[in-house]
């Protein structure tokens, strides 16, 4: 039987423990994921596309059939050209949906072959935001539970304004 990729599109600006457990259970119901970082032209990113990558290459690090790679251009694009079978993303609450469902549409348009699939974030992360992460840890809070412990240094030392 053919191998099953999927791919995980965000902006992963920062990673967080949400977006783990997502790319966790992709990687348990396809042969192949990759996570790929993506620009979200209505954000403005924080970290540079090198250091989410380098954030998320250490981050999931332990899924051996997980590798990340980066694309500035159309999702739809980049699934087809590594012949994906599916758009993974996860959903957190209703206010998600819309827009979510619109980019659904939108990329099955572009490309009619691919689906999305939506998996529910896990009870624990519904509330969990790289935003938030980054407005916490910008203002000195503990972000050790939202972030991989593997990047958790990197991101307090970057978004610290305190600890300067
Ligand atoms: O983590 P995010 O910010 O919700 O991810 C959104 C992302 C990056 C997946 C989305 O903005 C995207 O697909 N960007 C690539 C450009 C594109 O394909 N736009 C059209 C989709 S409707």
């Known amino acids: 039987m053919r191998e099953r ?3 995980c599109p965000g902006s992963f600006d920062p990673v967080t423990v949400g977006h783990i457990d997502i790319i966790r259970r992709a990687s348990k119901m396809f042969d192949h994921v990759i996570v790929v970082v993506m620009i979200n032209a209505a954000k403005q990113s924080c970290f540079s596309l090198e250091e989410r990558v380098r954030m998320l290459r250490a981050s999931t690090a332990e899924f051996p059939n ?28 209703m206010s998600d949906f819309e827009y979510e469902f619109q980019m659904a549409l939108t990329n099955k348009k572009l490309s009619p072959d691919i ?22 840890a910008s203002m000195g809070g503990d972000v050790s539970e939202f972030v991989p412990e593997v990047i958790h240094k990197d991101i307090v030392q970057r978004l610290n304004q305190r600890s300067e």
Request: charged share 20%; aromatic share 8%.
């Open 5 to 7: 990729t999927a791919v």
């Open 115 to 136: 689906e999305t699939v939506f998996l529910t974030t896990s009870a624990e992360n519904m509330y969990l935001s790289s935003s938030m992460v980054k407005q916490i």
């Open 66 to 93: 997980v590798r990340v790679d980066s694309y500035n251009g159309l999702l739809a694009e980049y699934a087809a050209s590594k012949h994906a079978d599916a758009i993974v993303k996860g959903l957190r609450a």
